[in-house]
């Protein structure tokens, strides 16, 4: 049974960083891409950030880039998003995913084959 468990999430103040991290059992972790989405009150759920099975390689969604690190750790099948200057728009739920889509880009919902319950990141201006 594949699980995905996010944590990590929280409340900061603009201009505030959080590290949120996502442990993952039940699956060959180095097999996987892995993405972060995220989803705000009334909205859809959109692509934040991904890193590919070896993670030398990221993208981002272009509202995130210079501000938002992914990272992974093979070793403790975990992966990280580290989130910097943060903003109002950026508070959300956020999720982790996996995606054993053979795509240069996992950006789409439907790329992914398991998702994580969530954590909800907070920021008050």
């Known amino acids: 049974q594949v699980q995905l468990v996010e944590g990590g999430g929280g409340l900061v103040q603009a201009g505030g960083s959080l590290r949120l991290s996502c442990a993952g059992s039940?699956?060959?972790?180095?097999?996987?891409?892995m993405g972060w989405f995220r989803q705000a009150p009334g909205k859809e759920r959109e692509f934040v950030a991904a890193?590919?099975?070896?993670?030398?390689?990221?993208y981002y969604a272009d509202s995130v880039k210079g501000r938002f690190t992914i990272a992974r750790d093979n070793a403790k099948n975990t992966v990280y998003l580290h989130m910097n200057s943060l903003k109002p728009e950026d508070a959300a739920n956020y999720y982790c995913a996996a995606s054993k889509a053979l795509i240069a880009y996992a950006v789409e919902t439907g790329h992914y084959d398991y998702w994580g319950q969530g954590t909800q990141v907070t920021v008050s201006s």
């Open positions: 890193i590919r099975r070896s993670g030398a390689s990221t």
């Open positions: 039940g699956l060959t972790f180095s097999s996987y891409t």
